[in-house]
C-alpha cells in the first residue's frame, strides 16, 4: 500500500516484501520503531524515558538476523540523509564486525 508523503515508509514496505521473498523463512526481519527519540512533538520527558528504556538514538530501521548473521538496514529516500546519530550507530555496528547497509 503506497501513502502519499511517505517515500521511506513505502521504500521499507518494498524492503521488507522483497527480503521475506529472498531470504530463508527462518529469518527474522524487525523494524525498530526509533523516531520516537528524536527530539519533537512527544516531548523531552518522553524522550528521557524511552532513552532509559534502552531505545538508542541512530538506530537502524531494519535489523536482519539470518544464519548467524546480524544486518543493519537504514532506508532513505532519494532525497534522505544520514543524522549525526546515525552515522555513529553505523561506525559502532561496523566497528563490531555487524554488517551495516544504506538502502
Known amino acids: 500500500m503506497k501513502r502519499r508523503g511517505t517515500p521511506e515508509a513505502d521504500l521499507q514496505r518494498s524492503v521488507v516484501t522483497a527480503l521475506k521473498f529472498a531470504l530463508p523463512k527462518t ?3 524487525h523494524h525498530c ?3 520516537v527519540t ?3 512533538p512527544r516531548g523531552a520527558k518522553r524522550q528521557a524515558i524511552l532513552v532509559g ?3 538508542h538514538q541512530g538506530f537502524a530501521d531494519l535489523i536482519v538476523l539470518c544464519e548467524g548473521r ?3 538496514l537504514e532506508l532513505k529516500s532519494l532525497k534522505g ?4 546519530n546515525q552515522e ?3 561506525d559502532a555496528v561496523l ?3 555487524f554488517g551495516w547497509a544504506l538502502v
Open 27 to 29: 529469518a527474522i526481519i
Open 33 to 35: 520503531a526509533n523516531e
Open 38 to 40: 528524536e527530539p519533537g
Open 53 to 55: 528504556m534502552g531505545v
Open 70 to 72: 546480524v544486518l543493519f
Open 81 to 84: 540523509r544520514l543524522s549525526p
Open 88 to 90: 555513529a550507530f553505523r
Open 95 to 97: 566497528a563490531q564486525g
